[in-house]
């Protein structure tokens, strides 16, 4: 698989395949909250074992706590099935980004944006396991490296100093134990450097163009690439689930985020659908 590649520049950060995964869906549910598509409710339900938390089947359709009765649900919750969220997780990241919409401006709304949200809203006790929470900790550390401080180290000369900043964050257990009002100056440093990266002059003029557009470009494709791979069954390679038109026209909602045209997304989707025929031949 390292012959196939669209050539797009390596990633700084110690990003996965999980990371970028788990970041994307995090980028579609902030898309379905900004556009007004999706609201999130919860209400108290009756435990259920350990061993059965995060599993779902295709059928069940939205009978867990997040209550969202609109069009959206079922197939946000194929597509969180498809790209292996478990439940626990997806209900953390609905209920820190469900306010999402009131801070941002549709169309203006960058990863990092979505980052720092995630990490403003959510605490040490809203993960199940301690193990669970310096991984999500680091993600969104390294998310905010890769995209502020390697794509833009020779754009603003307060780079040293969110060196340091993102040293804090990804250093969890100081991050657990040191005072609120020290986490929200970190928080608040990183976002007024974005703020000011964003603030630079758009290269293109294309409409709605924001920074992270073209700085980012390398990452939010990689991001789209595992949206669009969600239409594929995990359950049986290769073949499109039946609602692919449905997820598809869902993912539309993450272009003004991720700098997608119509263009874009017909080429990424080919090389994506490229790369799974190229795999099924491969091991005929």
């Given at each position: 698989m390292d012959l196939l590649s669209l050539g797009l520049p390596r990633l700084n950060a110690e990003l996965s395949d999980d990371d970028l995964r788990e970041t994307a869906y995090e980028v579609l549910l902030a898309s379905l909250f900004v556009s007004g598509k999706m609201y999130f409710a919860e209400e108290k339900r009756e435990k259920k074992p350990k061993f059965l938390k995060g599993l779902r089947s295709k059928t069940e359709g939205s009978n867990s706590a997040p209550q969202m009765e609109n069009y959206y649900t079922h197939h946000l919750d194929l597509i969180r099935v498809q790209m292996e969220i478990s439940e626990s997780m997806?209900?953390?990241?609905?209920?820190?980004?469900?306010?999402?919409?009131?801070?941002?401006?549709?169309?203006?709304?960058?990863?990092?944006?979505?980052?720092?949200?995630?990490?403003?809203?959510?605490?040490?006790?809203?993960?199940?396991?301690?193990?669970?929470?310096?991984?999500?900790?680091?993600?969104?550390?390294?998310?905010?490296?890769?995209?502020?401080?390697?794509?833009?180290?020779r754009e603003c000369s307060m780079s040293e100093t969110l060196r340091i900043v993102l040293s804090k964050l990804k250093n969890t257990e100081d991050w657990v134990v040191s005072v609120p009002d020290g986490r929200i100056e970190v928080l608040t440093i990183i976002e007024r450097y974005n703020t000011r990266l964003s603030a630079a002059p758009k290269k293109f003029g294309l409409k709605g163009e924001t920074y992270h557009w073209t700085q980012s470009y390398h990452f939010n494709s990689r991001l789209y690439e595992k949206l669009l791979s969600s239409v594929f069954d995990i359950l049986e390679d290769g073949q499109l689930v039946e609602e692919a038109d449905e997820i598809l026209e869902t993912m539309k909602l993450t272009w003004p985020i991720l700098g997608i045209t119509r263009k874009l997304h017909d080429a990424l989707y080919a090389w994506v659908l490229f790369q799974k025929m190229y795999l099924e031949l491969k091991y005929i």
């Open positions: 997806d209900t953390l990241a609905k209920r820190a980004l469900r306010r999402i919409g009131s801070k941002m401006v549709q169309g203006q709304l960058d990863v990092p944006c979505i980052s720092l949200q995630l990490l403003s809203s959510v605490g040490k006790f809203d993960f199940p396991t301690e193990r669970l929470r310096v991984q999500w900790q680091r993600r969104q550390a390294n998310v905010l490296e890769e995209l502020l401080l390697f794509s833009a180290s």
